[in-house]
């Protein structure tokens, strides 16, 4: 290498301050690999990833490529403004290519076998071509620091899987927030080509219902116990239902699986069905042998082809995009007028006035909201 050869990009009269001794550093450790020469001006390999402009999200993203899309999850998961922004953006510029999914909750109580279900499912999923994304919903998650994050272990085969996506919770604090990021990380992996979105949520209650306003199909996974199978399930959960799954189907259990299906199927007369023009109804499995994983697909593509054909897929989808909206909105007021400086100063008066009957529970609320709309009228 010739030692006086200066760079194009060197300042007229320059001295040896820019000698191409940095050159050999680009033939042999630009790459990252380790340099066999002696040459100190090498720059160690870059640390930190590049920083992604609006373009690099949206290509890499339509290009199916996952470090883009885990990035970008990563930007709409964030709490600060301006990444926010940068989300938004980013949504409105897939929004085109997103939607073109089935969208799967697995639900049911710890220990149901719901990530177990899940390895076995996605995998099979995978087997026929299909691209599938695993998230969860946990709004306890930011506290017990993601439950399902031990649940990659059950995952294993799958979270080596090149057409399975697995992303963790977010730890969003509130039910309303975890919901929002999750909806959200949802059409970026629609754009990113997945095809199928499996949403596992633990089953406490309201957390069920939001997961149910975000997906599809909605799969309960239950476990055969003794006795009474109804007796701990609470009927607002059946009825959100569109397939009750009786996992654990296997070995000394498969007796047992199939008398609570049977007690669950005629449970299921009494309830209207979770979605129109679609019988809810039990079925066994076994996430452990494969038993019924197959058929459980078979049912769900059925869900899908009666469904858009009656136009209860689409009908389903729009109203729940709108619903969305509203929830947003009342969360947004909510913490708006709470957070308002002149509520938080009269509050505890009238709370005060109201408990000691001198006004009534709609006066209080009628002076609240007058300080409100005057405060912000200022
Ligand atoms: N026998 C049997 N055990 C299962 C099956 N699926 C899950 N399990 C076990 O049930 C326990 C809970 O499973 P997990 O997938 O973590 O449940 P989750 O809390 O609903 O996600 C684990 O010990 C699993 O190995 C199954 O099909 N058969
Ligand atoms: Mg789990």
Not at 24 to 50: C, F, T, Y
Not at 102 to 131: C, D, M, Q, W
């Amino acid at each position: 290498m010739n030692k006086n050869k200066k760079p194009e990009w060197t300042p007229e009269n320059a001295g040896s301050e820019f000698a191409s001794s940095v050159m050999p550093g680009v033939n042999e450790s630009h790459d990252g690999l380790p340099s066999k020469g002696k040459h100190v001006h090498v720059s160690p390999p870059i640390k930190h990833p590049r920083k992604l402009v609006m373009e690099d999200y949206i290509h890499g993203i339509l290009n199916q490529e996952r470090t883009i899309l885990a990035r970008a999850i990563t930007l709409v998961e964030s709490n600060s403004h301006s990444h926010q922004q940068q989300a938004q953006e980013l949504i409105r510029n897939i929004l085109p290519k997103a939607g073109n999914s089935i969208r799967i909750a697995i639900t049911g109580v710890p220990g149901a076998g719901k990530s177990t279900f899940i390895e076995t499912f996605g995998s099979y999923l995978t087997s026929k071509g299909h691209k599938v994304a695993v998230l969860a919903v946990d709004p306890s998650s930011s506290i017990s620091k993601g439950s399902i994050l031990g649940d990659k272990t059950r995952m294993e085969r799958l979270a080596r899987d090149p057409l399975c996506f697995i992303r963790p919770s977010p730890s969003g604090g509130t039910l309303g927030g975890v919901t929002k990021k999750t909806r959200e990380t949802m059409l970026l992996c629609e754009a990113a080509g997945y095809d199928v979105i499996l949403v596992e949520t633990v089953g406490v209650g309201q957390s069920e219902i939001t997961v149910r306003s975000m997906v599809d199909f909605f799969l309960l996974l239950q476990i055969p116990g003794a006795g009474d199978e109804l007796q701990g399930i609470k009927k607002g959960v059946i009825e959100l239902a569109d397939a009750i799954v009786v996992n654990k189907a296997d070995g000394d259990n498969i007796q047992k699986a199939e008398l609570a299906k049977t007690e669950y199927a005629h449970a299921l007369h009494y309830i209207a069905p979770a979605t129109e023009g679609w019988k809810t109804d039990a079925y066994t499995c076994s996430a452990y042998t494969g038993d019924g994983i197959e058929e459980m697909w078979k049912l769900i593509e059925e869900f899908k082809a009666i469904t858009v054909k009656n136009g209860f897929f689409q009908k389903r989808r729009n109203s729940q995009v709108l619903d969305w909206v509203k929830s947003m909105i009342q969360e947004h007021l909510e913490s708006s007028f709470y957070q308002n400086p002149q509520i938080k100063a009269t509050m505890p008066g009238v709370q005060k006035q109201l408990l000691a009957g001198e006004i009534t529970a709609s006066m209080a609320v009628e002076v609240l909201l007058k300080q409100y709309t005057e405060g912000n009228r200022k």
